[in-house]
């Protein structure tokens, strides 16, 4: 029996992925939903600013939504860890242990993933706020609260001055192994009143308080309502790169306009692309490319 060719593969089943497969099974077209299973939106504690949620909406329950609509249509989601994709004259073929899957196109919604700080039960502390990740999801939920961003070099003054949109009480907090920022940076933040630490941080944890606890290389001992985490991220671009994807220099995969690679058929949407990294963001991107996906393949008209 003849190996089944499908539409168009997704790699990745975060708000991007499970967007873009509920559009293409919409559209009727034969998919396969492929997923390590460590989508960064199921950490989001709660989110106020995802549309059409006025009560707000934690990150697992919008993947079940998202899930749930796409199975509706008749999406399979496959547990499987993508480990090697390679083009084989118009088919991309997609590899994951002894599993393969051909397809026409080729969609990657594989997200990136952040430096994590060295913080006991993380997981926990972000639940609880004591370490919030995203400040454009959630500054306003931290409204003239003590806030501090962990990071280095100007990239963590220019997130501090960024906080003082919701709180006057911003402080710039020093990773051990960072960058030490220039003084124009330290100077620009101070007369904005954010304040720095010079002292590096040596330990974080989350008290019984639920505040988030600091005690730095000499000793000293902080205590702040959250601790916004700025210590870069790694993009998962690793298959885009092998497939001759051109990636900047962060490790964002260039797109186009219809979220188009520069490799024919190949397809990326959300935080793995250069662009704000938002959950509205990525599933804008994901409507994008499938649209695109489905209008660039042979018209599946049925009788």
Known sequence: MPETVLDCAIIGAGPAGLTAATYLARFRRRIAVLDGGASRASYIPRSHNYPGFPDGITGAELLARLREQAVRYGVEVTRALVDGAAR??????????????????????????????????????????????????????????????????????????????????????????????????????????????????????????????????????????????????RNRSELASALGARCREAGDVEVDMHMRTCVPGLYAAGDVVAALNQVSVAVGHAAIAATHIHNSLPRNLRE
């Open 88 to 233: 084989e004259g118009e088919l991309f073929v997609i590899r994951a242990g002894a599993a393969t899957w051909r397809s026409r196109k080729l969609l990657l919604a594989t997200g990136l993933v952040d430096k994590e700080p060295e913080i006991r039960n993380l997981r926990e502390a972000i639940a609880r706020g004591a370490i919030r990740l995203c400040s454009i999801c959630d500054g306003y939920d931290v409204m003239d609260r003590d806030i501090a961003v962990l990071g280095s070099g100007a990239s963590a003054l220019s997130h501090a001055l960024f906080m003082r949109t919701w709180s006057r009480r911003v402080t710039v907090l020093l990773a051990v192994a960072g960058e030490a920022p220039d003084e124009a940076s330290c100077r620009a933040a101070r007369e904005a009143g954010v304040a720095i630490v010079d002292d590096p941080v040596a330990h974080v944890e989350v008290g019984d308080d639920g505040r988030a606890h600091v005690r730095t290389a000499s000793g000293a001992a902080l205590q702040f309502d959250s601790i916004y985490p700025v210590l870069g991220c």
